[in-house]
């Protein structure tokens, strides 16, 4: 299942617009991630990041009611199978 | 909501969570894991230190088929394109059309047109998203170029600032049209069974007409610029067609009733290595037709051809394993729809030939489907019939089963859906394209690490190889979703032939101030 989980830009910490680029908060981990295609957010928006890249903004309601759904999803893995070689 | 409904969805509601309690057996919450994923790639040695096997493995989301039941049908279009953030217009769409059929209703024929104009939107701005951004760096500033460079700013030197920001700005208006139809794009509200929620205003379409022109123009361009930069290249031309991206599989896309590629509906076409026609199936089929293997070191269930049987991860018109995505949708059809397009496929398989097994290739392959998707949304947005607002057909059937398929960007996707006579979700079945590429993928990487790793010997740059190798594909796993650019985590373990880890590769995301 491809998936993209929201994050929350904390700081945009280069303006230029090709090398736009912020700090994303996801729960407790910040990370850089490019906002050169998603010239409209601001710091305190929720942005969807696919390989380091901010593809699109999404309002608050919208990733609260994602991450929520991810949460049960994730709980509901484990009833599923053993799985299967380490983990990380 | 009505009542009746609103009784449905509590009772679903409830059934989901009481199955969830009583069957979850430990808690994992923990979504900083999922965020930390790294791709895992294992590689076996063998006596003389050459690799007898590799495995590449990718953390994966789950308990979505569970997660769904109990749930009303109609749910799943916004559930499910919530959940895939990275291509939500591919999985809304799937969905609806799994909705129609699962109450038997026919949509209208503006509502279709509606439904590909949206769709070849989304097909243009997701590819251009990945030509100039993901696997640019590969191509445009050159697989032997310093990592540091090999990024989007790389490509932007190469191409010129003001390119940088036409994509910017081109991919900003094309979703500005998806809203204007959908919502919002990351969460469409669009599809509906029988229809769509939202035709065009007929003041609206001269904007969108030049949208559509810019756009046929836009992806003009980009074929120009893969025409001089790679193309021109001997080099990258000896490494789109060397040995090491090579694959013989069979090959698998939607095609209209011309046997041409289409994204948005039609019948999926199987070729063989040859390009031979094996396969020619609707929805209701695809079950005698897609079958999935379950191997012990890996969530990702891969698909292969059930009439062809698995028979490993292996080449040939023997073996199940079957390639979708750009790829595979061009050698499984005859030909494309519009004549800019058309033209640009002949030199491609002109160069070549046909079928094209060069994994690399993907990215001109992708470069091709661009033009098509403009062109086709400059045929739809001037149809007279695009401004129509007869756009939907009330579904009155008793809902049972529905399946729809697409193709995304990334290749068929199919939904499954089944339900009681309430439209109650009690069976969901997804086959995602990165699943059906799965088999290939895993191909590719372990050609990567055999071309690599002899006599123990285990080249530190072999994350770099390893990964071009897959991101031809544009996966979508978790893993790849919060690198940064350019830097998927990885993790490589080299066993030896007596089962102990003797190396390990290891590259992180950059993880800025951990709480």
Not at chain 2, 441 to 450: C, D, F, I, L, Q
Request: hydrophobic residues 40%; proline residues 4%; glycine residues 8%.
């Amino acid at each position: 299942m491809c998936l993209g989980i929201p994050g929350r830009i904390e700081s945009i910490d280069n303006e230029d617009a090709l090398a736009r680029s912020g700090t994303v908060r996801f729960g407790g981990v910040g990370k850089t991630v490019n906002l050169a295609y998603v010239p409209e957010a601001e710091a305190g928006d929720y942005v969807i990041v696919h390989v380091g890249f901010a593809i699109s903004v999404i309002d608050a309601e919208e990733a609260e009611k994602t991450l929520a759904m991810i949460e049960e999803m994730e709980g509901l893995a484990d009833l599923e199978e053993a799985s299967p070689g380490e983990s990380s | 909501m009505n009542e009746e409904s609103k009784q449905a969805w509590n009772e679903g509601q409830q059934r989901a969570n009481a199955s969830y309690g009583a069957k979850r057996k430990r808690i994992t919450i923990d979504p900083i894991t999922r965020l930390e994923g790294h791709g895992k790639i294992d590689i076996f040695m063998d006596e003389k230190g050459d690799v007898e096997k590799a495995y590449f493995q990718v953390p994966e989301l789950r308990g979505f088929e569970i997660f769904s039941l109990g749930r009303p049908a109609e749910d799943m279009p916004q559930i499910t394109s919530r959940i895939c953030g990275v291509c939500p217009t591919a999985h809304h769409m799937a969905s609806t059309k799994a909705l129609d059929m699962l109450y038997s209703v026919e949509p209208t024929s503006a509502a279709k047109k509606l439904r590909e104009l949206i769709y070849s939107t989304f097909m243009l701005e997701d590819h251009a998203l990945h030509v100039y951004i993901l696997g640019g760096p590969d191509f445009i500033v050159g697989p032997d170029a310093p990592a540091a460079l090999r990024n989007v700013l790389g490509v932007v030197d190469k191409v010129g600032e003001e390119v940088g920001l036409k994509v910017i700005s081109m991919r900003r208006r094309l979703r500005e049209f998806i809203a204007y139809l959908g919502g919002k794009v990351i969460h469409p509200v669009f599809g509906l069974p029988g229809g769509v929620a939202k035709g065009i205003n007929p003041a609206d379409l001269d904007g969108f007409k030049q949208l559509a022109d810019d756009g046929v123009a836009f992806a003009e361009f980009t074929l120009q610029v893969f025409n001089d930069i790679v193309l021109k290249n001997e080099e990258y031309v000896k490494l789109i067609t060397s040995d090491a991206f090579t694959h013989k599989t069979h090959y698998m896309g939607l095609v209209d009733e011309n046997n041409h590629v289409n994204f948005y509906d039609g019948k999926v076409r199987v070729v063989d290595t040859d390009g031979k026609e094996i396969a020619k199936f609707s929805e209701v089929e695809y079950l005698d037709n897609i079958a999935e293997h379950v191997e012990p070191w890996s969530y990702v269930k891969f698909t292969y051809l059930k009439k062809v049987g698995w028979n490993g991860f292996t080449e040939g018109n023997d073996s199940g394993v079957c390639c979708v995505a750009p790829l595979a949708r061009l050698n499984a059809a005859d030909g494309l729809a519009t004549p800019k397009a058309q033209a640009a496929l002949e030199q491609y398989f002109g160069m070549l030939g046909k079928p094209v097994h060069h994994t690399l290739a993907n990215h001109w392959a992708r470069a091709i489907e661009m033009l098509y998707a403009a062109e086709r949304i400059q045929q739809l947005i001037n149809d007279p019939e695009i401004t129509s607002q007869d756009i939907r057909t009330i579904p009155t059937a008793t809902p049972k089963r529905g399946i729809g398929i697409v193709e995304a960007p990334r290749g068929t996707l199919f939904h499954h859906y089944e339900t009681d006579e309430k439209g109650i979700l009690n069976m969901v079945n997804l086959i995602v394209a990165t699943q059906n590429n799965a088999a290939r993928m895993a191909m590719s990487v372990e050609n990567a690490a055999k071309g690599l790793i002899h006599g123990g010997n285990v080249d530190e740059g072999m994350l770099n190889k390893v990964e071009m190798a897959f991101r031809a594909y544009d996966p979508c796993h978790a893993c790849a979703t919060h690198a940064l650019p350019g830097q998927m985590p990885l993790v490589a373990r080299v066993w030896n032939k007596d089962g102990e880890v003797i190396h390990t590769l290891r590259r992180d995301s950059q993880v800025v101030g951990k709480v």
